[in-house]
């Protein structure tokens, strides 16, 4: 496809469980971005790719979160022991760079019960 | 800390009226964007403003930037029902995050017939 994938597109889980969100970015673009967004707030930055290793990961809120970017290409998000206030809209970006504009996703929507 | 404050948040208009949603960012930055949010979907990209003194126009709206004032518009012209949405800024800060951006909280716009 021509966009950013993201799937799941909704994610219902319970609380303490683990859970993965994948990110499929847009073809040849080297830099990856996760955001958080809450309901009725602006996206949240959480980690910055750049190829295949994390850039900058100072916005992943504690050890629970972690992404990988083993390839360069897809990215997956990984939240253990979830909890409740991990629901959120989870959002991918990619940018054919650093400074380039960022094309979004259409987000995974994550409950947690 | 790096900040990014909209305002309004909330903005009901009639058709054909005009207004001004105003962003305002707390440190140099090297270009910002706007966005545009509708219910469950992502974000879609509107304008990208890298200068002092720059102006985009598409359609009804038209963003500006004052690097010195540290401030971004988007004016709004003859609003019509379908730029109902939510309107983000994001601020692009290079000092040592790499590229991730900043947003503010939006600002939710109703447009009433």
């Known amino acids: 496809g021509a966009g950013v994938s993201q799937t799941p597109s909704n994610k219902v889980t319970e609380k303490g469980k683990y859970v993965e969100l994948r990110c499929d970015p847009i073809s040849g673009h080297t830099a990856l971005y996760w955001y958080r967004q809450s309901l009725g707030q602006g996206p949240e930055f959480l980690i910055y790719?750049?190829?295949?290793?994390?850039?900058?990961d100072s916005g992943l809120p504690n050890d629970r979160f972690f992404a990988v970017r083993p390839e360069g290409s897809v990215s997956t998000l990984k939240i253990q022991r979830t909890e409740r206030g991990d629901s959120a809209v989870y959002l991918c970006?990619?940018?054919?760079?650093?400074?380039?504009?960022?094309?979004f996703g259409d987000g995974t929507r994550l409950s947690i019960l | 800390e790096l900040k990014v404050e909209q305002n309004p948040l909330f903005l009901s208009m009639q058709e054909g009226k005009n207004y001004t949603i105003y962003c305002n960012y707390s440190?140099?930055?090297?270009?910002l964007y706007w966005y545009r949010q509708d219910p469950g979907k992502s974000l879609e990209s509107l304008f990208v403003?890298?200068?002092?003194?720059a102006v985009k126009q598409e359609g009804r709206l038209m963003a500006s930037l004052d690097t010195k004032a540290r401030l971004s518009t988007l004016h709004i012209t003859a609003a019509v029902h379908d730029l109902s949405a939510t309107y983000f800024c994001?601020?692009?800060?290079?000092?040592?995050?790499?590229?991730?951006?900043?947003f503010g909280k939006g600002t939710k716009l109703s447009v009433k017939p």
């Open positions: 994001a601020v692009a800060f290079y000092g040592g995050s790499q590229g991730n951006l900043i």
């Open positions: 970006a990619s940018s054919l760079g650093q400074g380039q504009p960022q094309h």
């Open positions: 403003l890298l200068s002092n003194g």
């Open positions: 790719f750049q190829g295949t290793g994390a850039a900058d």
């Open positions: 440190t140099t930055s090297d270009r």
